[in-house]
């Protein structure tokens, strides 16, 4: 692809990510590309995607310096104007970032001289009873520690708007959506619909709604599935449920979650990829769903998920399976796949190579 334009994310609390940023200033510099900071407090406010990505200049491609909390405020803006987002990982529990910071010069290059693989990632959107809005009577609570809250969600344009369908919200979400109580001593009552069934009446702390890259981030914490990033799936998973029924449902791509305030449940707040976007009340409504498009991610190579799995959540094998001291090998074997196993993507790894 042709980087005419490129658009930083940077955490600026850690030392190595601002050492990167001036590494990838200095490639820009010598490649003439223009580069720009975006997603900046400076103004002590927030921007919606649209206005940071234009702001910074239409960047074509997203380059985060930071951790997983890092690379989804850059998906927030590359997925509003389909910008490719490239993650240096600065991070510690990183399912997301790829690139090691020793590498952010080669990285560049592979992107510039198209020598790289483009994933596409399932994102999230949904519509809601009415416009979401974050009451100010807990602005100043949910801000302590968390830097300015997002602008208020837009609606989409290019949607029908009304109805018993309610109001399209201009919103993406990489990892989930997720409806959970204000009050600690009190529990949110929900009505949950997959595909427009009613599925169960929850009485949680918490419900969410997560695609497969999420899976490993909140819903995985509350006991839900691993699900390859490469899936097409909604992930529901209620937390701390009071019900005998506590477990995940995983839905087809287009069938919908719906998620109902009822009427003797206190308030609930939505939070979308961990950024809490408004508070809705007893017979409001929000329904979750896959958006049209995809999350684009620049990769060097096939991302190595459950490697990555086995790795980041400090696997371990069972003590009865190792007691003769044998380990499982590694599989499959060097040797490439025969022809009616071509097709599925399975590792290969050379003759020799670790």
């Known amino acids: 692809m042709t980087v005419d334009r490129v ?8 030392p190595e990510a601002v050492e990167a940023a001036r590494t990838v200033r200095a490639w820009c510099a010598d490649h ?38 890092t690379f989804l405020r850059g998906a927030r803006l590359a997925a509003a104007v389909d910008a490719l987002v490239l993650g240096v990982d600065l991070g510690r ?9 020793t590498m952010v010069r080669a990285a560049l290059d592979a992107v510039r001289e198209n020598r790289l693989d483009v994933e596409r990632r399932m994102l999230l959107t949904m519509r809601a009873s009415c416009r979401l809005e974050v009451p100010p009577d807990i602005e100043a609570l949910v801000k302590y520690g ?24 201009d ?4 990892n989930d959506v997720v409806l959970e109580k204000l009050a600690r001593d009190r529990q949110v009552s929900i009505g949950v619909y997959v595909a427009g069934r009613l599925l169960a009446s929850y009485s949680a702390d918490a419900l969410l709604v997560a695609t497969p890259t999420g899976s490993t981030a909140y819903s995985f914490a509350a006991g839900g599935p691993v699900v390859s990033p490469r899936a097409e799936t909604l992930v529901f998973t209620p937390v701390a449920p009071h019900m005998t029924f506590n477990r995940s449902v995983v839905a087809a791509p287009d069938e919908p979650v719906g998620l109902r305030v009822l009427e003797r449940s206190g308030r609930a707040a939505v939070s979308i990829d961990g950024q809490l976007r408004g508070v809705i009340g007893p017979g409001d409504w929000i329904g979750v769903y896959a958006a049209p498009r995809r999350l684009r991610v620049a990769r060097l190579g096939p991302m190595d998920f459950y490697g990555r799995l086995r790795d980041r959540m400090n696997l371990t094998d069972a003590p009865a399976a190792v007691a003769d001291g044998m380990p499982a090998p590694l599989w499959p074997e060097s040797s490439p796949p025969p022809a009616d196993l071509a097709h599925l ?3 290969h790894r050379p003759a020799g190579a670790e």
């Open 171 to 174: 919103v993406t979400a990489l």
């Open 146 to 169: 968390r830097g300015p809250l997002l602008p208020p969600t837009s609606v989409r344009s290019d949607c029908e708007v009304g109805g018993e369908w309610g109001i399209p919200l």
């Open 7 to 14: 658009g930083m994310v940077v955490h600026e609390g850690r």
């Open 32 to 69: 003439a590309v223009a580069c720009k900071d975006i997603d900046v407090w400076d103004d002590g406010g927030r921007r919606s995607a649209r206005e940071e990505m234009t702001a910074a200049g239409d960047p074509d491609l997203v380059v985060t310096l930071g951790g997983d909390g």
């Open 345 to 347: 993507a399975m590792p």
């Open 93 to 101: 529990v990183g399912f997301l970032t790829e690139v090691p910071m």
